[in-house]
């Protein structure tokens, strides 16, 4: 079953402090790997996009990687910021079908000052 | 938001009416697709469209309708036979190599 799990549900840092989203996924075939910021009330904002050959991107203080051999893909948010503070959404493309777009449900993000 | 507007922002609506939320794009995007987000839920897919006159049914159909007249526009009608329509409603489009782009959303609430 093509599945994509996000941990932890929600988390809570200081502010300036760097934290890691994880998530893991089952699609097959695969074919590449979003991470989202979705802040309240607005819609999903593309972060990264990898493909399997790809093991790790950068958007200014986001790093995401990918282990394509493990299935699993990480979000790296370095001296988070107030406005951090949102939810991040994994999203898994698949290689084949006519609908390709596998959701997690989301790390919820709240970066305190 | 990208080239994607969504119209209204917020919408009311009394039980047993038919509402249609605007979905609109400028990106010349051929994939269109609509979302339900409900809280502490990951997004659940309505209905999406590949070229235009053609669509499918997504993981949770039942109650909506849609239809993709032209190539920048996929408006969604929620039907009064949607059980349980209050939710935030997301519309995407993605190019052919599934790069997704998403709306700012409707807050639907059914009175």
């Known amino acids: 079953k093509n599945q994509v799990e996000q941990s932890p549900q929600s988390l809570i840092i200081l502010e300036g402090k760097n934290c890691t989203l994880q998530?893991?996924?089952?699609?097959?075939?695969?074919?590449?790997l979003r991470w989202y910021k979705q802040d309240t009330g607005r819609g999903p904002v593309s972060l990264t996009i990898?493909?399997?050959?790809?093991n790790t991107k950068s958007n200014g203080r986001y790093t995401a990687t990918l282990d394509a051999d493990t299935k699993q893909s990480s979000l790296h948010i370095t001296a988070s910021q107030l406005s951090d503070s949102a939810s991040y959404i994994c999203v898994v493309s698949k290689g084949s079908g006519t609908y390709k777009y596998i959701f997690g449900t989301g790390t919820r993000l709240k970066v305190l000052a | 938001d990208g080239g994607i507007t969504q119209s209204p922002k917020y919408l009311f609506r009394k039980e047993g009416q038919n509402v249609t939320l605007s979905c609109e794009q400028n990106l010349n995007h051929d994939a269109m697709y609509w979302y339900r987000q409900d809280p502490g839920q990951g997004l659940r897919l309505i209905y999406y469209s590949q070229i235009v006159n053609d669509f499918q049914k997504g993981d949770i159909a039942e109650g909506y309708s849609v239809s993709r007249e032209k190539k920048e526009s996929f408006p969604l009608t929620v039907t009064s036979a949607q059980k349980n329509p209050t939710a935030f409603y997301l519309c995407?489009?993605?190019?052919?190599?599934?790069?997704?782009?998403f709306g700012p959303g409707t807050r639907l609430t059914v009175l």
């Open positions: 998530c893991n996924y089952t699609v097959s075939p695969f074919s590449n």
């Open positions: 995407a489009s993605s190019t052919a190599q599934r790069e997704e782009s």
């Open positions: 990898m493909t399997f050959s790809e």
